[in-house]
């Protein structure tokens, strides 16, 4: 059987680096994205580590023990944009691709060695550069002969020059010193277990006969250790399960009473929302909205639709209404979302009870905005009313 070949995609500080690609007058200066509501540091970019700012610092800390950091609301829907040019590029290397997290992909990369006339590391370093050329976007990349190695080969990366790879007949050396806590897969009880039979780094791991994780730990564990030892036994997973539902909300970075900036950040929902269903190809026939008091109250009411549709063109007027129905005047509120439910695979969805040609227009006219914006960035176009600048200066701006 051919040894496989898998390489680990890593977005170095990714939320961090997204918000210095957009604005580019950040590089350089110590750099922390929040969680919603601004309630602690979820991502730092280096200058901001070297200052001594920690994961999970609760902002109000970070704060004040480090004024001189920029401190930035999370914007998710930009984060996942990003993430969606990253793993489109590594489709031109591979159809073989596990997408871990926002800011993760394992890829097979499995004979690319042959077929381009290039080693693993040249090839590694090949879409490293491309990625960080054409997205703009530092990556580490970690390569070895199966999940978990490439994982620990990530880490590595990290620390040197971006590209790290484990061959297989050094994988004993690379793993020695390495606690079994820092092992991908390996969480704290696990860890406490294995020391108590005498295994406290990696490498030990290997030593092992396969009855004792049969007996102790089961498949899992047999699984750890043959990954360890370079065997590839847990596969790439390319099958990406659709939503069921797709919601968009976030937090105003004020809280406001002003019924135009609330509704222009539901237009600002939902666009988003429906950019998310194209990408699914999906349609839906149920939307609601959503708004929520400075007190958190929640107010929200749905539109069951009589047809499906992927285009805010024809959603935003159900938008409206339903926003008209649940705003109370001199209500101070502090977050909104838009909500899609009843999702229906684009090709076996209802036909609108619009003629068709409109329907149509309108799917066709969203996809236009939507490539538009994956060159040139989200904002770059925006339906009529839908004040996209004006919504991304005001989350966008430097919280203190």
């Given at each position: 059987m051919k040894q496989k070949i898998i390489a680990l995609i890593d977005g170095n500080n990714f939320f961090a680096s997204c918000e210095i690609l957009m604005n580019p007058r950040l590089k350089g200066k110590p750099v922390c994205v929040l969680s919603n509501n601004d309630g602690c540091v979820i991502a730092r970019s280096?200058?901001?580590?070297?200052?001594?700012?920690?994961?999970?610092?609760?902002?109000?800390?970070?704060?004040?023990?480090?004024?001189?950091?920029?401190?930035?609301?999370?914007n998710?829907?930009?984060?996942?944009?990003?993430?969606?040019?990253?793993?489109?590029?590594?489709?031109?290397?591979?159809?073989?691709?596990?997408?871990?997290?926002?800011?993760?992909?394992?890829?097979?990369?499995?004979?690319?060695?042959?077929?381009?006339?290039?080693?693993?590391?040249?090839?590694?370093?090949?879409?490293?550069?491309?990625?960080?050329?054409?997205?703009?976007?530092?990556?580490?990349?970690?390569?070895?002969?199966?999940?978990?190695?490439?994982?620990?080969?990530?880490?590595?990366?990290?620390?040197?020059?971006?590209?790290?790879?484990?061959?297989?007949n050094l994988i004993n050396a690379e793993l020695a010193g390495i606690p079994v806590e820092d092992i991908w897969g390996v969480g704290k009880n696990i860890a406490r277990s294995l020391k108590q039979y005498g295994i406290f780094y990696a490498n030990e791991i290997c030593l092992k006969d396969d009855e004792f994780y049969r007996r102790i730990y089961g498949k899992k564990g047999l699984e750890l250790k043959y990954e360890l030892m370079g065997k590839s036994v847990i596969p790439l997973s390319s099958i990406v399960e659709k939503p069921k539902s797709i919601q968009r909300t976030r937090a105003f970075p004020e809280f406001s009473k002003d019924k135009n900036y609330i509704m222009t950040e539901l237009e600002f929902h939902l666009h988003n929302v429906c950019k998310k269903?194209?990408?699914?190809?999906?349609?839906t026939?149920?939307?609601?909205?959503?708004?929520?008091?400075?007190?958190?109250?929640?107010?929200?009411?749905?539109?069951?639709?009589?047809?499906?549709?992927?285009?805010?063109?024809?959603?935003?007027?159900?938008?409206?209404?339903?926003?008209?129905?649940?705003?109370?005047e001199n209500v101070i509120y502090r977050s909104s979302g838009v909500y899609a439910g009843c999702l229906t695979d684009r090709d076996e969805a209802q036909l609108c009870l619009f003629p068709k040609k409109t329907e149509n227009k309108c799917s066709n006219i969203?996809?236009?905005?939507?490539?538009?914006?994956?060159k040139y960035g989200k904002g770059a176009i925006s339906f009529g009313t839908l004040g996209l600048k004006n919504i991304r200066q005001k989350h966008k701006r430097i919280v203190h």
């Open positions: 280096n200058e901001a580590k070297k200052i001594g700012i920690t994961m999970g610092m609760p902002y109000f800390m970070a704060k004040k023990s480090f004024p001189e950091a920029v401190y930035l609301s999370a998710f829907a930009l984060y996942h944009d990003i993430s969606q040019r990253m793993i489109q590029m590594l489709g031109n290397y591979s159809d073989k691709i596990d997408v871990y997290s926002i800011d993760e992909a394992f890829i097979d990369i499995t004979g690319l060695d042959k077929i381009l006339k290039i080693d693993y590391y040249e090839l590694a370093q090949k879409i490293k550069y491309e990625i960080e050329d054409k997205i703009g976007i530092s990556v580490s990349v970690g390569i070895a002969s199966s999940k978990v190695l490439a994982k620990v080969a990530s880490h590595k990366a990290k620390k040197l020059n971006g590209v790290y790879f484990i061959e297989t269903l194209r990408e699914n190809g999906l349609k026939s149920l939307i609601y909205v959503m708004l929520r008091t400075k007190d958190f109250r929640v107010f929200c009411l749905e539109k069951k639709l009589d047809f499906n549709t992927d285009s805010e063109i024809l959603l935003i007027k159900y938008i409206r209404k339903l926003f008209d129905k649940i705003f109370l969203s996809s236009v905005v939507d490539k538009i914006e994956y």
